[in-house]
């Protein structure tokens, strides 16, 4: 176990202003860390269901307080996503995944030019717990459900796509020395394969295959021809970016 930072307050949504908006790229949809980041997963069915027993008891008991109530979040496929309310206040716990130390450092990373919730504790497997990692709680609105429920004028719809843009070039301006996985809490990177180079052409046909279904045709030529001539797979970043 290890005690990563203050008592709480965890990230379950996110308001619809500036910071937060920064938060909501590394918390998607209620509490998701934006840390798919090269960490092997196991089976997704392995980690995902409600909080066991042991596993509300055993945060409850590393953060010194007694649990009122628990509610499951929206988000994630490899993990359970969890409001846990507790005497002195709320958490969001993160349960399942394959190395929550390392997703911790990840954010630890990225903090330095995004906002990020913080994390308070990252917890082993063990006794039929998940491994866990416990986030400060930030009330607020999923930015999904602000687009989803107001009406916006072109100009304030721009500016929101600037914001996540600006966010987004954030999280990328953490580089690596070489593209690859994660070995350690400490991030150091094992050296991949050769065919880990074809993640450009990936995103290419990916990029390809949206522009011949939906409307963003105008745009696919630019971004294909920035992808063709950048080097970012050294970079900080999320798969669904």
């Known amino acids: 176990m ?12 996110v308001p619809y202003d500036a910071d937060n908006l ?6 998607r949809n209620c509490a998701t860390p934006l840390l798919e980041f090269g960490v092997r997963r196991t089976a997704w069915w392995h980690q995902t ?9 055993g945060i409850a008991a590393a953060l010194g307080s007694a649990v009122l109530g628990t509610s499951r979040l929206a988000g994630g496929f490899s993990h359970e996503t969890c409001l846990l309310t507790l005497t002195d206040g709320q958490v969001v716990v993160r349960l399942g995944g394959a190395a929550p130390a390392v997703e911790a450092a990840v954010m630890a ?15 082993a497997s063990g006794d039929g717990a998940r491994p866990a990692m416990v986030l400060e709680y930030v009330a607020g609105t999923p930015l999904s459900r ?12 721009a500016d929101l796509g ?5 966010v987004v070039a954030g999280i990328g301006a953490v580089t690596f020395e070489r593209r690859g996985f994660f070995a350690d809490e400490n991030l150091s990177v094992n050296k991949e394969r050769p065919w880990s180079g074809s993640v450009a052409d990936s995103a290419i ?10 409307v963003v ?25």
């Open 162 to 166: 600037a914001e996540v843009g600006r």
């Open 146 to 157: 602000v687009l989803s429920g107001l009406e916006f004028s072109e100009g304030s719809l």
């Open 2 to 13: 290890l005690p990563l930072g203050r008592p709480f307050t965890a990230t379950a949504s």
């Open 205 to 214: 046909r990916s990029v390809a295959r949206c522009a011949a279904e939906s």
């Open 49 to 57: 269901g409600p909080m066991r027993p042991e596993e509300i008891h």
């Open 217 to 241: 045709g105008s745009v696919a030529d630019s971004v294909i021809g920035r992808i063709s001539t950048s080097d970012c797979s050294t970079r900080h970043h999320h798969r669904d970016i």
């Open 22 to 27: 920064r938060r909501m790229a590394l918390v």
């Open 109 to 123: 990373a990225a903090s330095r030019h995004v906002p990020v919730p913080q994390t308070l504790l990252v917890m």
